[in-house]
């Protein structure tokens, strides 16, 4: 089991940066695939960038390449999302979610969400 908290959402203008972070309880953090999701309004929830356990792979959906950069600190079960360049159309609620990957393909867990909203 892994409790998730994000922390770190605001309103910024366009062209700004914002870092989310997603704190994790527990002590087998370093079991678990950590990745942010975004749900902006009328839309469905998507994918934005996961970390393997290590913190030595990287994925991202492709809007967010180049600007974006998902990282973990073990040390202190924390993932973040760093958020460079930001866009109107990058406004969502942001979600970190959890995947243990021996025993699952699926997030099976989940914060209770932050709110990132870029202006123009």
């Known amino acids: 089991q892994v409790q998730l908290v994000e922390s770190g959402g605001g309103l910024v203008q366009a062209g700004g940066s914002l870092r989310l972070s997603c704190a994790a309880s527990g002590r087998t953090f370093t079991r678990y695939t950590m990745a942010w999701f975004r749900q902006a309004p009328g839309k469905e929830r998507e994918f934005v960038a996961a970390?393997?356990?290590?913190?030595?792979?990287?994925y991202y959906t492709d809007s967010v390449k180049g600007r974006f950069t998902i990282s973990r600190d073990n040390a202190k079960n924390t993932v973040y999302l760093q958020m460079n360049n930001l866009k109107p159309e990058d406004t969502a609620v942001y979600y970190c979610?959890?995947?243990?990957?021996?025993?699952?393909?699926?997030?099976?867990?989940w914060g209770q969400g932050t709110q990132v909203t870029v202006s123009y």
């Open positions: 970390v393997t356990w290590s913190g030595g792979t990287t």
């Open positions: 979610a959890a995947m243990d990957s021996s025993t699952s393909l699926e997030y099976g867990y």
